[in-house]
């Protein structure tokens, strides 16, 4: 069910955002005449490697700085790139990823390769599923860039003040993955386009009906700063950004 869900979602998503991304590719084309898509190795379902579709938001060969996180203020993001980033328009593309089994409308964000590496044993199991265009954490930390503003170290901070609890939304939603939760979050996330302190509000009150405790549910609204915290499964704060956490 969940499959035929994501391939009929899919096909539809493509056929009617053609359109407004046609113009978007020809602007992100106009800027270096490069190739408007950017695909980016991440691992997938069982930690299979695999190539994800998104608009290009930044400049060529961004990624040689083997920087993964992203602030908003990252000199690598484009002109039109922030512009693609503000409205997620960058994501869209990864319709693709779903229609051929890649990826599912809904799950674990897809991780780079070093990352995943990094991950705790209760971790991975993020990676038991597909992973998804979309889930409780995207909703949640859709401000990630502006969270990494202004940091020294953007993959430390990451790891630091996003990781815990993006990994622990994650793990919840594996636990109780249905096809009604999937539709849920998909709501959610449309509801987030027009009114982020809604979404978050009913994203806090789905993880306390999911199980998740006070304290995720506390940081699901996003009411208080995020403070450090030891990613699921372990018990220190990450301190180095290329170690596994004890």
């Not at 998740?212 to 990450?238: F, Q």
Request: charged share 25%; with cysteine; proline share 7%.
């Amino acid at each position: 069910m969940k499959r035929c869900l994501d391939i009929f979602a899919a096909l539809f998503g493509l056929i009617i955002s053609l359109p407004f991304l046609a113009p978007l590719c020809l602007l992100v084309w106009l800027q270096d005449f490069h190739s408007p898509f950017y695909v980016p190795q991440r691992v997938g379902r069982k930690g299979r490697r695999f190539r994800m579709v998104k608009l290009r938001s930044m400049v060529i060969r961004a990624d040689t700085n083997k920087v993964d996180s992203t602030a908003k203020n990252d000199p690598r993001i484009t002109h039109v790139g922030r512009f693609i980033r503000a409205f997620k328009l960058d994501e869209v593309p990864q319709l693709w990823n779903v229609l051929i089994g890649d990826m599912s409308l809904v799950g674990p964000r897809p991780n780079v390769e070093r990352e995943t590496n990094l991950y705790t044993t209760e971790e991975r199991q993020l990676l038991n599923l597909r992973p998804g265009m979309t889930d409780l954490s995207s909703i949640v930390f859709a401000d990630e860039g502006a969270i990494l503003e202004g940091k020294s170290d953007p993959d430390l901070a990451y790891n630091q003040l996003i990781r815990p609890w993006k990994s622990r939304l994650g793990l919840l939603y594996v636990k109780e993955s249905n096809v009604l939760l999937d539709v849920k979050i998909i709501l959610l996330t449309l509801v987030s386009i027009v009114s982020r302190t809604q979404a978050l509000k009913r994203v806090a009150r789905t993880v306390r009906e999911l199980g998740g405790g006070d304290e995720l549910v506390r940081v699901a609204t996003r009411l208080d700063p995020l403070r450090p915290a030891a990613p699921p499964g372990a018990t220190r704060i990450v301190i180095d950004r290329n170690s596994v956490p004890a």
